[in-house]
Every structure is written in C-alpha cells, then in structure tokens.
C-alpha cells in the first residue's frame, strides 16, 4: 500500500460522528449520516473558484452514477 501517489489514507470518525477520510496532502472526504458528501483541502483554494466545479450525472444504463470534479490549489500558488 505505500506505492500510492498521494501517500496512504486515513479513515476515523470526526467530532460530529462522520466517516472522515483523510490524505496526506491535506484531502479530505466527509460522508455524513443523511447521504450528502463535502470534499476539501487544508489550505487550498478551488482551482477556477466555484465555476471550476464541474458535476456530472448519468441516470441511463445499467449503472447510473454521479460524479463531482474539481481541482484544489494550494493558496498562494
């Protein structure tokens, strides 16, 4: 497991009782208990602000699936 490029994940329960995953670059995935999902990076900014956040959803077939894309910055750069 140490051959990932952006080091090995971490999984704990945060003060709020949600599923945090964590990298450590400063990535950040909350999934909390009503379904909803917030992605983040310590000390980074939206690469393009919010309209650099693009969403896709593709209900036909036979596996439907919904994806968020965006690229963090680290602040400064």
């Known amino acids: ?20 995953t964590e990298w450590p670059d400063g990535l950040k995935v909350v999934r909390m208990a009503d379904g909803r999902v917030k992605i983040g990076r310590q000390g980074a900014e939206l690469r393009g602000g919010t309209k650099g956040v693009k969403v896709q959803q593709f209900t036909s077939g036979s596996n439907p699936t919904a994806h968020i894309i965006a690229a963090f910055d680290d602040i400064g750069t």
């Not at 497991?1 to 945090?20: C, H, K, L, W």
């Open 1 to 20: 497991m140490s051959d990932f490029q952006f080091g090995v994940p971490r999984t704990y329960i945060n003060q709020a009782g949600n599923e945090t």
